[in-house]
T-cell receptor, first 113, second 113 residues
């Protein structure tokens, strides 16, 4: 069975500081990995995805993530956060031929001035 | 290009009632997935529809049922509502060739009293 762990429930970062959100997954086959962002009361917006190839993927809003197979991780990073980045971030895993996405419990990001 | 839309935005029901939620998929997508997101949790996969047939189901009881129509829009029906059914219900559409990349609608907030 596939699973995703986001060990940080809540992270607070100063505006302009760097950010790293952690994600660990468990899946027997080659995973497809995603990061989504959710603002309060809203749906999910796809930030970036990894299917294969280059393990460093670039997404929207200046985010990037690195797939590390040996660590079963797919951490999200941003070099300098903006106040508008405050939201809930979800990591998800899927796979070819597997219809569902499995999500982590999310990390809530707070930005302080 | 029209994104995923859902209706209604909010809904209040009482325990034991039945509810129908609706979703229109993004243009060009023929697959629709439904997720339940309880407060403070990540989305949980309910089921997926592909070409009007159920194509996978998560760990939800039979009182959760769905339909997909020839235009690929979809309905989620929940019978005999329970208090724990209170959640944000998210619809996502995808194309089978898109490595399970799913695009989410804004959700329907269901409150069961």
């Amino acid at each position: 069975a596939q699973s995703v762990t986001q060990p940080d429930i809540h992270i607070t970062v100063s505006e302009g500081a760097s950010l790293e959100l952690r994600c660990n997954y468990s899946y027997g086959a080659t995973p497809y990995l995603f990061w989504y962002v959710q603002s309060p009361g809203q749906g999910l917006q796809l930030l970036l995805k990894y299917f294969s190839g280059d393990t460093l993927v670039q997404g929207i809003k200046g985010f990037e993530a690195e797939f590390k197979r040996s660590q079963s991780s797919f951490n999200l990073r941003k070099p300098s956060v903006h106040w508008s980045d405050a939201a809930e971030y979800f990591c998800a895993v899927g796979a070819y031929g597997n219809e569902k996405l499995t999500f982590g419990t999310g990390t809530r990001l707070t930005i302080i001035p | 290009e029209t994104g995923v839309t859902q209706s209604p935005t909010h809904l209040i029901k009482t325990r034991g009632q039945q509810v129908t939620l609706r979703c229109s998929s993004q243009s060009g997508h023929n697959t629709v997935s439904w997720y339940q997101q309880a407060l403070g949790q990540g989305p949980q996969f309910i089921f997926q529809y592909y070409r009007e047939e159920e194509n996978g189901r998560g760990n939800f009881p039979p009182r959760f049922s769905g339909l997909q129509f020839p235009n690929y829009s979809s309905e989620l029906n929940v019978n005999a509502l329970e208090l724990d059914d209170s959640a944000l219900y998210l619809c996502a559409s995808s194309s089978p060739s898109a490595y399970n990349e799913q695009f989410f609608g804004p959700g329907t907030r269901l409150t069961v009293l």
